[in-house]
């Protein structure tokens, strides 16, 4: 899994965004952050190699539902066939509105999109998505590597995620993970 998620990190460096796939640690913060136990709904965006989608379908209500939307096609394969059960989408969250529109609102939203290899038009156009896509009292997680979250293009990720969300919080940072990252978690 790892290897193929590395070849697809090379061939495609700004749809994967991330060299390794991110650590159980940051996973199980991204669960806690986004609310994952008591969503009715949750939607992954940019599963890649399906890090977060295990402990996100572990951890989910058995009436709960799951979506997951991926634009690499291989590693949209990838997670299908390692989560047989889990429902995977090969296809762009600009479209979340096409996605979502046989399913509802997501009260969840978990988010491992590579955003620091976005253009501002492409984050602001994916985080408008979101919240217009996200339900009322939703939550949407999305992680950020310490230390690049002080350089400009991380401060302006997270004057957009000010101006996107009215609430905007951050966990403690996940050392165990490669680097650090921490977790934003915001409320419209």
């Known amino acids: 899994m790892s290897l193929r998620f590395v070849r697809e990190f090379l061939k495609s460096p700004g749809m994967v965004g991330a060299v390794w ?43 709960a539902r799951f979506l997951a939307v991926e634009k690499c096609p291989v590693l949209a394969k990838t997670v299908s066939e390692k989560f047989p059960d889990a429902r995977i989408v090969a296809g762009c969250a600009t479209d979340l509105t096409g996605h979502l529109k046989d399913h509802g609102n997501p009260d969840s939203i978990v988010s491992g999109l ?58 403690p940072v996940v050392l165990a993970n490669l680097p650090p990252a921490f977790v934003y978690f915001c409320r419209r």
Do not use: C
């Open 21 to 63: 796939p991110s650590s159980p640690a940051l996973a199980a913060m991204m669960v806690r952050a986004a609310r994952v136990r008591s969503a009715d709904f949750v939607l992954e965006i940019g599963p890649g190699s399906g890090a977060f989608t295990g402990p996100i379908l572990k951890n989910l209500r058995p009436d």
């Open 114 to 171: 590579p955003w620091a290899a976005f253009d501002d038009h492409l984050q602001n156009s994916l985080l408008g998505e979101i919240t217009s896509s996200i339900a009322p009292d939703g939550i949407f997680a999305t992680f950020a590597y310490f230390g690049p979250h002080r350089l400009k293009a991380g401060r302006a990720f997270r004057k957009k995620l000010d101006h996107h969300f009215g609430e905007v919080g951050k966990t």
